[in-house]
């Protein structure tokens, strides 16, 4: 069971990690001109939803947030029961670091993010719920509009670069550790697989941060 | 010098415990740390108490049966080392020294500082070896071990068994442990063979004994007195998932 | 009791197979009826457990350890000896057969001997198939290395913890046959007392280091394989736990001791720094392979040893021993080494070492070399005393390690007790009056895996039809009580002084009196002091805690007990051989130029001695050489 529960960890977050570049890549439209931005995001949005290929791999994407959710859950209780009493001095911060310590909190602080961010898009685009989202003049549902709204108000910016920095966080353990559970032992791979993995979480920090700055900024 | 334990006692298994503190001021700093356990138990004698229980036995880092929390890290503050080679003069003047046992689920403690390591026995014996009988060994020079491997399985090999690395584990996992011994056979063509059948029952029988997951924190080779390194955890993961997939 | 030593007829060569040829066996069958217990799980009785568990046996083990992979075979480094002649120098059986008996001063039996040097090529097959990580050639065959007292290279290691790597081979076969239920194994008990039944070894009392308990263990035949006793000395290279209580049981109850006085001191030992030091780590010999042993030519010489020019330095093994140097035997190294410091010219903060530099090894083979040969040895010294080898050379000093006494055992490895075997260091058998290095890996180990598992079928072959007594059977009530009664007593002293504190004196003596030189006045007054000791330790000895617990102070203070008689026989054994001899140099007997002198014609015998109640009574083995000369040992 170690086994099979540490690589459904491993497949599911590195999916994910492939997902956050897609995403990535598809949210840097809005720092584009707002003119041209405008509609080469809404199509991007409308194609995103119309495609079968992507409505395939969403189901993956939710299925693979959950299955980490639900392992993450299972190995955690599985760890709390190995371990014995707590030690009353601890500084094993002194031999790893922090966040290789702190996975589960990481994941469970992504996973509110998470909820905020489906609430505030998936949950009006997709299914419907709340305001009505406007149509652009082709008719596509205006998802740049409700986007650069949103990022006008300075909370929302602050609660998505606050919240970006725990997903970089266990981007930069997790992409490694996820290639050693995986069974890549070569310490030279392994050396090269953490570089790309620190960049890697460097690039989603500052990527996600720098858009609702950038959409702030520009609304004002 | 002068110092103050803080030392983990509990009469039993099924005691309780608590932590009692003893000044002691006939310490010096050449003085390795169990010595000076020794010293402050000689005093306990004096005054006719019981002494503190702990475990030790070579005094020279390699049989692996000492091994303390002190101040919140497995065998003191360096890395890398064992208890018994941890000098007094690591400390400072007046330091208070908080020393646990080491705490898993799978090492219970019998009396003060000395914990049950016998799931490492049990890890051991469900594949930790070479199925060969006394008197069926082919000349020695007859398997060929390229020096690269045999390095690489000494380095595996030199596992103590002290358990390091599960009491710093914060998820307690026996993978460091279990890992070295499986690699350390696994590469040679000797053990070869029964790769498969070693890594699996070794695998299950870590889960068994209540260790928990690895999520490579990598205190676990920080800690090791022998410098063994968590790749050999990555590789054990990979023949389990060639032994999964192939062997089923 | 006149001793037999049971040698088979025949050639040298062929006496060990002649043995196996004609010796009694047991059929399959009928092996798994019988129950043999073995008493301790290092290399000898490790493997020893699991081959006759292999064979069908089933097996009894005992350790005071946590688990056996902790026995003290694990700490040697060196390695482990075996005429292979891999390295096309010359060696043989007959040569390494030759080097063992002269290194032992001719104090050994040569049939023994012999059958070492044969089975020691095998030994190296079979842990290699065990998975012993063995240094290699680029090629990928084995290496070798030279060691002390011999001029071929064939030891066999891995890195500077061979033994580590050949118990851990052993413990892994000892854990397979656990696995498959042919071994029973029972870690943190201790053994207290033998329990003979009509003239047979029947079986034992423990106790349980846990809980308390005394338990009593009966089986068909009891195999000691408990290691040596030179924690006598307190200060030693040995684990703490290390002690002689399962073998001064045996003898109290009728086995002969043999050679008790025959210790080694260990030449390349860290120098004792306090009082409360606990343990002399060991420095492998491998290290005088590179390494070059010297004090400065002045006495009582501060300088830091880089500021000694080499002109002003004494390389003393170099200088009275050419054609062996710094590969001098240990006895004659420890010997050299303690002439240098007591005339003043020892080094350190005590006086108390010598220098062993790697300077010239460095400068000529490069870092990583002796990296690569002695890396881990350099880290062990470094953690220890804050030194850098690579930059200043090591400070050694000379501490008691190897004991080559032990239980008298015939060719068979039995005691004189019925069914009682001793193998490995708990015996004496091949080492004689000095231990060549690597040959005690070599000596457990063949003991435990090539010799029991087939003399001991001669013994049981005849015990088919006995059952084993019950262990409520009288003798083991009767040592049952007696152990009881002993832990009593000791826990009701309540005197004011520690175990420790007795320890303390009693190594004092020894170490002053009984270790590196001996002399008649000095014996006669250890005697009388230990006597005393034991007379203090008996009155006024303190042991806290109780006895029904994990209780480390009543542990310590029974092997002590035992220790303080064993060191009595010691220095009556000592007392008696007058002659120098291997590891045994009595101030009496030395030539001008302060050399041992052998007696052959009076003392050419294996002392055995019998309990007697105290009263020690000398039983002699003449040795017969009949395919060597006994010569003068020079390694000039």
Known sequence: MLFVRKNIMAFTGLFLCIFLVVHLGGNLILLLPSETAHGLYNSYSAKLGGNIFIRVVSIFLYLSILLHTVYAALI???NNKSKGKKYLVNHTIESSSWTSQNMGLLGFSILIFILIHLSNFWWRVKLGYGEIVPLDSNGLKDVYLIT???????????????FIIPLSMHIKHGFSSAFKTLGLYNLNYIRKVSIIGNMFSIIILIGFSVIPVAVYLRGL | MRVTFKIWRQESNSDDGRFVEYEVDNISEEMSFLEALDSLNESLVQQGKGVIAFDHDCREGICGQCGVFINGRANGPHSNTTTCQLHMRSFKEGEVIVVEPWRAKAFPVIKDLVVDRSSFDRIIQSGGFITAKTGTAPEANSILVGKDIADSAMDMAACIGCGACVATCKNSSAALFTSAKINHLNILPQGKTESSKRVLEMTERMELEDFGHCSFTGACEIECPENISISNIAKMNFDLLKAKLFKG | MKLDAKIPEGDLEQKWSKYQDKCKLVNTANKKKFEIIVVGSGLSGAGAAATLAELGYKVNCFCYQ????RAHSVAAQGGVNAAKNYQHDGDSVWRMFYDTLKGGDFRSREANVYRLAQLSAPLIDHFSQQGVPFAREY??????????GVQVQRTFYARGQTGQQLLVAAYSQLSKMVASGGV??????????????????????TRDLVTGKIKKHSAHAVVLATGGYSRVFRLSTLAIGCNGSAIWAAHKKGAFFAGPSFTQIHPTALPQSSDTQSKLTLMSESLRNDGRIWVPLKKGDSRNPEEIPEEERDYYLERKYPSFGNLSPRDIASRAAKERIDEGHGVGPLKNAVYLDFKHAIAKQGKEKITDKYGNLFEMYLKITGIDAYKQPMKISPAAHFSMGGLWVDYELMTTVNGLYAVGEA???DHGANRLGANSLLQASIDGYFILPNTINNYLAGELNQSIPNVDHDEFSKAEESVKNKIEKLMNINGSKTVDHFHRKLGNIMWQECAMSRSKSGLEKAIKEIRDIKKSFWEEVSVTGSDKELNPELEKGLRLADFIELAELMCVDALQREESCGAHFREEFQSSEGEAVRNDDEFSYVSAWEYNEGDFKLHKEELKFEYVKPTVRSYK
């Open chain 1, 76 to 78: 955690t209780s599985k």
């Open chain 1, 148 to 162: 650069t709204e949103l990022f006008k108000n300075p909370y929302y910016v602050f609660i998505y670069v606050i």
């Open chain 3, 66 to 69: 946590d688990t056996p992979r």
């Open chain 3, 139 to 148: 090629g990928g065959v084995l290496t070798n290395r030279s060691f002390g």
């Open chain 3, 184 to 205: 029973t194994m029972n870690t943190r008990e201790e053994m207290l007392d033998l329990v003979i039944v009509d003239g047979k070894a029947r079986g034992i009392v």
């Open chain 3, 427 to 429: 015996n004496y058998s």
